[in-house]
């Protein structure tokens, strides 16, 4: 049976926490990418929620994460976090993690995880 690669979604109340994992599979490295997050929600085009740089320190967040959301790694467990506070209906989305290519493509690596927030 494949492990996912995305997981720790759910269904929760608004205000809620919830902290997605991505442990890619394979010989993929964390740490050598700009690994991040993206959802998608029904209807919606996926966007890019939170994302590392190739380089530096400027981590990238939407703005309506801003504050609520943070991305993390650990690189001893090959695992990138991202931890979500105060979540709201309008987080509600299917969430992926994968990296910007060095074609300036984007490549998913998984099949994403739910986040259901309720009102």
């Known amino acids: 049976q494949v492990e996912p690669v995305e997981s720790g979604g759910g269904s929760v109340q608004a205000g809620a926490s919830l902290r997605l994992s991505c442990a890619p599979s394979?010989?993929?490295?964390?740490?050598?990418?700009?690994v991040g997050w993206s959802r998608q929600a029904p209807g919606k085009e996926r966007e890019l929620v939170a994302a590392?740089?190739?380089?530096?320190?400027?981590?990238y967040y939407v703005h309506d994460v801003k504050g609520r959301f943070t991305i993390s790694r650990d690189n001893a467990k090959n695992t990138v976090y991202l931890q979500m506070n105060s979540l709201k209906p309008e987080d509600t989305a299917v969430y992926y993690c994968?990296?910007?290519?060095?074609?300036?493509?984007?490549?998913?690596w998984g099949q994403g995880t739910q986040v259901t927030v309720s009102s």
């Open positions: 994968g990296t910007e290519t060095p074609g300036g493509g984007y490549d998913y």
């Open positions: 394979g010989s993929t490295i964390v740490s050598d990418y700009p």
């Open positions: 590392f740089p190739w380089r530096g320190n400027n981590i």
